[in-house]
């Protein structure tokens, strides 16, 4: 059985970590069979990062070549039907969430900015004792603000980095329009990365005008709920 590494639920989220949960969402969505075990420490990840997963005593990390190892071994059913102008559609939003909306939306308001750093420290560096706890938590969230200034969105205004996000979020939603899911009636590929991503900026804990905007919504809060029930039913 494949074992699926992920954070494991925090902040009223199914998963805090929104490529593991693009990844929990794609298997369940393309029935493959797995477990999905802890991992808080991503040093321990092959590529340093929370997903991985374990095939058979094969460790695969990213999110995105793992999906490509599990095409190659199950097929690629969420793209049956569908044409290569949809499928290039999928693609070009997967790349705008992960490699920009999730630093406007997920990485800025979590560890740039420092008004939820007591909460987050609490709950991810938990074990760490408390005298100790703050001390290591702003020396991660240091890292952080300095890769976020190295992919250069640190570097703009907090009202500059929203207005970036929030371009991007009502892109998601003009795509979306009046249909089901992103390209048409049934869940694709991109529909996984479209909700890990829009579940995580959407928690009430971590409140921004994306946050804002993505719950009031009708349309991307409708998609959610629909998403949810597809994805996990009543659990
Ligand atoms: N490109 C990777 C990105 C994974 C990623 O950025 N994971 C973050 C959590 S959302 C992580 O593990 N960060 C911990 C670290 O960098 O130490 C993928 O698609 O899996």
Redesign the pocket.
């Known amino acids: 059985m494949i074992e699926l590494y992920k954070?494991g639920p925090a902040f009223g989220l199914r998963e805090?970590?929104?490529?593991?949960l693009?990844?929990m969402a794609y298997m369940r969505l393309a029935n493959i069979p797995h477990q999905e075990l802890i991992q808080g420490d991503?040093?321990k990840?092959p590529?340093?990062?929370?997903?991985?997963i374990n095939d058979n005593g094969v460790e695969i990390?990213?999110?995105?070549?793992?999906i490509d190892h599990l095409k190659s071994k199950f097929g690629d059913p969420l793209a049956e039907g569908l044409t290569a102008e949809s499928l290039a559609i999928g693609h070009a939003l997967n790349v705008m969430l992960?490699e920009r909306t999730?630093w406007a939306g997920?990485i800025y308001p979590r560890w740039v900015k420092t008004e939820h750093h007591k909460m987050i420290a609490d709950k991810f560096f938990g074990e760490i004792p408390k005298f100790l706890r703050m001390f290591i938590f702003k020396s991660?969230a240091k890292?952080?603000a300095k890769?976020a200034n190295g992919h250069g969105i640190g570097h703009h205004t907090d009202e500059e980095i929203f207005q970036l996000g929030l371009s991007d979020i009502k892109t998601v939603e003009t795509l979306l329009g009046k249909k089901q899911f992103m390209l048409g009636p049934k869940p694709a590929e991109v529909d996984a990365t479209v909700y890990a991503f829009l579940h995580g900026m959407q928690a009430k804990v971590f409140p921004t005008p994306i946050q804002n905007y993505i719950t009031q919504s009708k349309a991307l809060s409708a998609y959610l709920d629909r998403m949810d029930k597809t994805l996990f039913g009543d659990e």
């Open positions: 954070f805090p970590g929104p490529f593991a693009k990844l991503p040093r990840a590529k340093k990062k929370i997903p991985y990390g990213d999110s995105t070549f793992i992960e999730y997920m991660v890292g952080v890769s």
